[in-house]
């Protein structure tokens, strides 16, 4: 792969934050995610349905190898809960009328040299262009309006389809079945062209630069390979961590130390994040390198700590019921909701009968956070401010 090669869409919102990425993660080997085999064992059932006019439930039961971006190949099969988010996935492109490209290689060169990627599915119809796409992970919500992936899967359209029609405006859908999240945003032509030459081109230019600048930040950071072991991350880091207590290193008095004042705690709520997350990527780093034989001075593996466990758990349960009665040695539990689901499908009546959805806990978000606030109200709680 050419360097050029590497600016790809999927890392945009990383390289255009932080240019140095693209060189300090270049000689990191990635070790591959069970989790992103997965969606691409979902997209290969997505674009066998689109392609042969099928539905996700065809495939079930079925095994679908994926290799591994470490070489690993893993198997998955195809469960109710594939089968139910491709199902969904599908179903959006097919309402959408005009023509459909499935899994269509797409040019941005135009902007970013030596750029290319695959969009999932591309629609032409009367003037706009909509590109969707699938994204099979539950862990972080991803949002459409300023996606630089969407973004520049959409100049890719503009740049190989305007020879075909006069293209006005972009739809750019991320569908997320699993969070039941769909996502569209509408964006002008000149709009887009505007953000690719003012934004992307020059970020672009800055990550091939000969020494481009390392510029951490939660986004960027959180799964770039290069974070337990970059220098910069780890200065911004221990400098914001102690930026918040604008007294340090003086003398402290009794009345400076009582307590922090809530615009100090807000100053370092935002870098909690990238700090937890950093400590965890130092610490997996130098267990890395101990692992393979390297020396981290003052350090060295362990045998950890574990927990009896039974040798035969079969053997030991029927050795205790000589002792104990039934009801104590064995315990009984309902399944989970997603394994019946993952039984009688997503739709089961019976799941649908027997479930609820409890109010979620209060939990702390920036004010640029989309969901809405709760206001206080000392006599019932919190409630959503309308
Ligand atoms: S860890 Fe952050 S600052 Fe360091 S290279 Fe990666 S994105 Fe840039």
Redesign the pocket.
Known sequence: MTAHAKLSASGAH?WM??P??IS??EHIPDSGSVFAAEGTAAHDVAEQCLRGGTNADDYLGEVISVTNDDGSVLDFVVDQEMVDAVQLYIDYVRDQPGKLLVEQRVDFSKWVPGGFGTADAIILHDGTITVVDLKYGKGVQVFVEGNPQAMIYGLGCLNDFEFLYDFEKLKLVIIQPRMDHIDEWEITRDDLEKWADIELAPAAKNALSDDPI????EK??RF????GS????AE?NVKTAVSGFTAVGEPLTLKDMAKLTNAEIAMLLPQLDILTN?VK?VKAYAFGELEAGREVPDYKLVTGRSDRKWIDEEAAGKALARKLTAAVVFTRKVIGITAAEKHLGKNSLIVKKHTHKPKGKPAIAPTSDKRQALEIDPTEGFKEVA
Do not use: T
């Open positions: 990383r934050n932080c140095a990425s300090l993660e390392a510029k951490p930040g960027q950071c770039c390979k290069a974070k970059c220098r910069a991350l911004f950093w990527a």
